[in-house]
């Protein structure tokens, strides 16, 4: 059974490498991208089962990059999940707008982002190749 790819894109270095060790220890197949554009390029490089986009990025944010990625056929149904700061009403719902799947809050837990991950791998949504 091939591991399951996991897609990272956050502009914070330090982020990405304690995610990314984490994950990898969980068992995941882990690709890194430090930007939104970076991070649709990878998708489609790559073909995730997942994405982890920060929210407030410089150039393309995440909310950009997650607008386009549900709005396009090929990758509308891999899961986004979204890091961020923001935790006000009309951040969250313009989130919800572009599609994200799932809100983490930065700070947050690696066990609590394993069990989200895991939930999203398990539900029987195979992402097909």
Do not use: W
């Amino acid at each position: 059974m091939s591991r399951r790819r996991i897609l990272v894109v956050d502009d914070d270095p330090r982020l990405l490498h304690v995610v990314s060790m984490y994950l990898g220890i969980e068992g995941y197949e882990v690709v890194t991208a430090d930007n939104g554009e970076q991070g649709l390029a990878e998708v489609a490089a790559q073909r995730p089962d997942l994405i982890i986009l920060d929210v407030m990025m410089p150039g393309l944010d995440g909310l950009e990059c997650c607008r386009r990625l549900k709005s396009d056929e090929a990758t509308r149904t891999i899961p986004v999940l979204m890091f961020t700061a923001l935790s006000r009403d009309d951040d969250v719902e313009r989130g919800r707008v572009a599609g994200a799947d799932r809100f983490i809050n930065k700070p947050f837990s690696l066990i609590g982002l394993g069990a989200v991950i895991r939930s999203f791998l398990t539900e029987g949504s195979s992402v097909p190749a």
